[in-house]
């Protein structure tokens, strides 16, 4: 946030988008050795949605999504300039983001995808704040969506529980710094701890024959979750900290606490530890488990449509997980109206 920023940036409207299939606790315990108990006590979970069949994929719920929160405003979609797919698990390692741009028919945006796993939502939505600063675009539509459902191994009581499939959208426009919106962020990355959380390329075993040429495959997400729990219990409330110092703000400014969804004990633990109390938090993930990138859009369009957040209230949303990559956003939420 440095003096060459000339515009401020508001977020005009949120969707999300839930495949309709549910699994509950009872259900996964018939697939691993599991309980409800055991899921609802060490998580918060009850129940999540998976995105089955072979039709569907993270751009369907993307595109959902999107087009909610267009609606919802009425925006032309020709209007987006830019569009950020904050993705882990996308349909195309070359990027899924232009097929989202294409379904929404958002002819004159740029579209790119974003890898930050549970953190992308937070790095996309700073990612396209910049462009929305300096002038460089007017509107920008960021996407959080994953289908980790995917990418769990079925067999693994330690993850599967976890995870869910989803997608959650905001529509930013740049407007006068007095309207501004998004006070301040705060990111980081520690790579040496990457193994704590990952979906890893498996090279074969043996090479291409005459091009000594090694080809593999990806993994299932492997995660140590003790080591993860620590991290976010830890580094999240310095992170939230460091944000609130910059805007000589203290915790009793805040209104809601808005955290990538990944268990409830990491939430009030968090909360616990900035002495927030437990009615500020956001939290939705008894319903849809860990949706990773979707995690936080979700649950801001949620809170919205329950009419939770009034004008000018203070929301920090902060998103941590793999790379390790952790951040924190700091919000004046605006009630505002598309120009
Ligand atoms: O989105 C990215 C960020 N990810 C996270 O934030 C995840 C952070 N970590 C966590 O949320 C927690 O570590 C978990 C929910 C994943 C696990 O909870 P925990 O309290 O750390 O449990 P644990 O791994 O220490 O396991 C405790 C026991 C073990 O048995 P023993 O060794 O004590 O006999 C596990 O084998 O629970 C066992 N266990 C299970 N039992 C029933 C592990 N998974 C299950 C399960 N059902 N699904």
Redesign the pocket.
């Known amino acids: 946030m440095k003096s060459f920023i000339s515009q401020g940036v508001q977020i005009l409207a949120t969707g999300s988008a839930v495949p309709s299939v549910s699994l509950n606790n009872d259900q996964i315990s018939k697939i ?4 409800d108990d ?2 609802f006590t ?2 918060g979970i009850k129940e999540r949605r998976l995105l089955t069949g072979n039709q569907q994929s993270v751009i369907d719920l993307a595109t959902v999504a999107s087009a909610r929160a267009l609606d919802k405003i009425s925006m032309n979609p020709a209007q987006l300039d830019l569009i950020i797919l904050a993705t882990s698990s996308p349909n195309d390692l070359f990027g899924s983001a232009s097929q989202v741009q294409f379904e929404i028919g958002a002819i004159n945006a740029v579209a790119f995808d974003l890898t930050a ?2 953190s992308g939502f937070v790095l996309g939505l700073v990612t396209a704040v910049q462009y929305l600063r300096t002038g460089s675009y007017s509107n920008a539509l960021v996407i959080g969506a994953d289908v980790l459902s995917k990418w769990v191994n079925w067999s693994d ?2 993850t599967c ?2 995870f869910g499939d989803a997608a959650g959208a905001v529509i930013l426009q740049s407007c006068s710094t007095i309207d501004n919106s998004i006070l301040d962020f705060q990111l980081n990355t520690d790579g040496n701890y990457s193994n704590y ?1 990952s979906i890893q390329y498996q090279i074969d075993d043996y090479p291409h024959p005459l091009l000594n040429l090694y080809q593999g495959s990806f993994k299932f997400i492997s ?1 140590n ?2 080591e ?2 620590k991290f ?1 219990v830890s580094q999240v409330p310095l992170s939230i900290l460091k944000c609130l110092n910059n805007l000589n703000m203290s915790v009793n400014d805040i209104d809601w606490l808005l955290l ?1 969804q ?2 409830e ?2 939430l009030k633990a968090v909360a616990e530890k900035l002495s927030i109390s437990d009615n500020k938090i956001i939290a939705n993930l008894g319903k849809y488990g ?1 949706t ?1 990138a979707a995690s936080i859009p979700l649950a801001l369009d949620e809170a919205l449509a329950n009419n939770k957040i009034a004008n000018n209230d203070i929301i920090v949303i902060a998103g ?3 790379g390790l990559t952790w951040g924190t956003i700091i919000i004046r939420w605006k009630s505002s109206q598309l120009k």
């Open positions: 691993v050795e599991t309980s055991w899921i060490r998580t796993a549970c009581r330690t529980i976890l959380l995660m979750g003790k993860v729990y976010a990538h990944a268990n004990r990491i860990n990773s941590f997980g793999a």
